[in-house]
Nanobody, 118 residues
């Protein structure tokens, strides 16, 4: 079993930045495709960024050029650097495998709330 713990969210003004972290209970990032997802109120959870075991990244059009996903295999941590934040980025952010629930991950973490508001 692998547990994931997200952190780093908060309240930020439009145009601001945040860095999210996702820590895993054991080393999986060296062979797992990981993703950052978000879920806004009343909307379905969506994948916003993914990173392969070799470090190749893909982004949703809505965040391309503003968000950067990265990882540190030695620290069992995946990051999401979010710049130029917009109110529509407001959501609870989660990490998981892509597709979700693979490689010993059997649940979603608690997520971290990101609120973009003036």
């Amino acid at each position: 079993q692998v547990q994931l713990v997200e952190s780093g969210g908060g309240l930020v003004q439009p145009g601001g930045s945040l860095r999210l972290s996702c820590a895993a209970s054991r080393n999986i990032f060296s062979f797992v495709v990981m993703g950052w997802y978000r879920q806004a109120p009343g909307k379905q959870r969506e994948l916003v960024a993914r990173i392969t075991s070799s470090g190749t990244t893909i982004y949703a059009d809505s965040v391309k050029g503003r968000f950067t996903i990265s990882k540190n295999n030695a620290k069992n941590t995946v990051y999401l650097q979010m710049n130029s934040l917009k109110p529509e980025d407001t959501a609870v952010y989660y990490c998981n495998s892509d597709p979700p629930m693979r490689y010993g991950i059997d649940s979603w973490g608690q997520g971290t709330q990101v609120t973009v508001s003036s």
